[in-house]
């Protein structure tokens, strides 16, 4: 028997507890097929448990993620919690504290799924979104002055590093070079003049330790514009962290549907392990009754192998995702009437039959 890897298994809320268990069946039959194994812990953290306990993991939960080699996530979020409560931030506090500073966000259209974009094919859909993850709108600086008086006042502090924009930016420059050497910046420097001037500042320098490597500028109103009418000019994408949330739900959409988008928030230098979840939410309206899209989650172990050094087994959960939406197996969002447990179980057969 081949390696050992502990995952910790995060459900989360809603469709996490439906979702994540098909994720989890696909990594057993891929890691049985190339001799690997998993050693797997749930962890039963999320708006759930802050409602029994009062928060959303316990006060030691960073430490305990750190005895693991990766973390597999779902989502965490009720509509009964309040989204603005500061213990909502399970996964903001994960991705800071464990130094995951990369939240790599693919995009492609698979074989079998409907672009809302009619033009388009698969040739012309096939990015990647490299959000920054640590920094930037999120960093929840902020205060609300004055709120006795009848206007109020709200203010929110952006931050960017050198440290924070060079390792982004050094991450997008090498992985342009595995795919068609052409990085994109997504910037709104001509209004945030000062964090995001001094971000492209950044990027333009490091863009030029990489003369092998095409590099462009945008801003985000264009480029949300471009999503839809040509997105066939993005290869890798590098921006801020609040840019790249809401990019990456438009990615979302243009691939087909929301439920089809894998991610990683990602510690290169592997110092803490790194969390792989589904771009999208807890989607508590559509929780419980098995119609729930898998393949976002599953794709999310594909990018969690590949992580670990398992290509051919990543590559292998890929090509059964394909195999899947080609034959027209899908899931209510995308207009099929396959259950969530039927897509999941279509892609295990494949990887024991190939
Ligand atoms: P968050 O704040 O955690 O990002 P959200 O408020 O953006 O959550 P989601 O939970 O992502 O919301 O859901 C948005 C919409 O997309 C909902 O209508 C939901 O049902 C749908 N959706 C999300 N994930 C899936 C999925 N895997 N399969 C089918 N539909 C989904
Ligand atoms: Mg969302």
Do not use: C
Request: proline fraction near 4%; hydrophobic fraction near 40%; aromatic fraction near 8%.
């Amino acid at each position: 028997m081949g390696k050992t890897y502990k995952i910790a298994v995060v459900k989360g809320d809603g469709i996490g507890s439906e979702i994540v268990p098909a994720g989890v069946s696909v990594l057993e039959a891929v890691a049985a097929k190339h001799n690997f194994s998993l050693d797997t812990t749930d962890f039963s953290w999320g708006a759930g448990h802050y409602l029994k306990h009062g928060e959303f993991m316990p006060s030691d939960g960073i430490e305990q993620l750190k005895a693991f080699d990766a973390i597999y996530f779902g989502a965490v979020g009720l509509p009964a919690v309040d989204d603005t409560l500061p213990a909502r931030d399970y996964t903001f506090k994960v991705r800071t504290q464990l130094e995951q500073y990369v939240n790599y966000r693919p995009v492609k259209l698979f074989s079998g799924v409907k672009s809302p974009l009619r033009d388009k094919t698969e040739k012309d859909i096939d990015f990647v979104i490299l959000r920054e993850n640590n920094e930037g709108e999120f960093v929840q600086n902020g205060k609300i002055l004055y709120p006795d008086t009848p206007n109020g006042v709200a203010v929110d502090t952006s931050m960017v590093t050198r440290l924070g924009v060079e390792r982004i930016a050094h991450y997008a420059f090498k992985l342009a070079r595995k795919r068609r050497k052409h990085v994109t910046n997504v910037t709104k420097s001509n209004t945030l003049i000062y964090t995001l001037g001094f971000w492209d500042k950044v990027i333009a320098e490091v863009a030029e330790q990489y003369p092998d490597v095409t590099y462009t500028k945008m801003y985000i109103d264009n480029a949300s514009a471009s999503f839809v009418l040509k997105p066939e000019v993005f290869d890798v994408i590098v921006t801020t962290n609040m840019m790249g949330d809401i990019l990456s739900d438009l990615g979302g959409a243009i691939m087909g549907s929301l439920g089809l988008g894998g991610s990683g928030n990602i510690n290169p230098e592997n110092n803490f392990p790194s969390m792989f979840e589904p771009i999208h939410g807890s989607a508590p309206d559509i929780a419980g009754q098995n119609i729930a899209n898998p393949i976002g989650q599953i794709w999310s172990a594909a990018i969690m192998l590949e992580h670990l050094g398992e290509s051919e087994a990543a590559q292998d959960i890929l090509a059964g995702i394909e195999h899947t939406t080609a034959k027209g197996n899908l899931t209510k969002d995308l207009k099929g009437n396959a259950t969530t447990s039927e897509v999941a179980e279509s892609v295990v057969a494949f990887i024991k039959a190939n």
